[in-house]
């Protein structure tokens, strides 16, 4: 297990650039008090999987970010206490989303747009 906290930035960010596919997997991780995001997943062609993290806690703003076309699956997750969203889906970007467990995130649980 990594334990990944106190980023200035966000802790993981994951951006595919010129069309080139990403089937990142992030997994079994301890994601907390980060200046930003958790987790930010941006780009077309980006497939991430967000599975089975124990924490992903306390960041300054989403648990759990998409954007800009970025085409995820979370599932399996403890997502809460985030300044801002649990998960945000946003910019259209799309995700699958089964099994988190979702609780006191600051703006909303789940949220998509914006």
């Given amino acids: 297990m990594n334990k990944i906290r106190k980023c200035t930035e966000s ?11 990403t ?11 980060n200046h930003e995001d ?11 999987i967000v599975a089975k993290n124990h924490h992903i806690n306390n960041n300054r703003k989403a648990g759990v970010k998409a ?9 399996n997750n403890r997502i809460f206490e985030n300044y801002g969203q649990g998960i945000l ?5 799309s ?11 600051y703006k909303a649980n789940i949220a998509y747009g914006g």
């Fill in 11 to 21: 802790g993981i960010h994951i951006k595919t650039k010129n069309n080139l596919r």
């Fill in 89 to 93: 889906l946003a910019d259209s970007a």
């Fill in 38 to 48: 958790g987790i930010w997943l941006e780009g077309n062609e980006n497939f991430s």
């Fill in 67 to 75: 954007s800009d076309a970025a085409q995820v699956k979370i599932t």
């Fill in 95 to 105: 995700g699958y989303i089964e099994k988190n467990e979702l609780f006191q995130n």
């Fill in 23 to 33: 089937d990142a997997v992030i997994k079994f991780n301890w994601i907390e008090k």
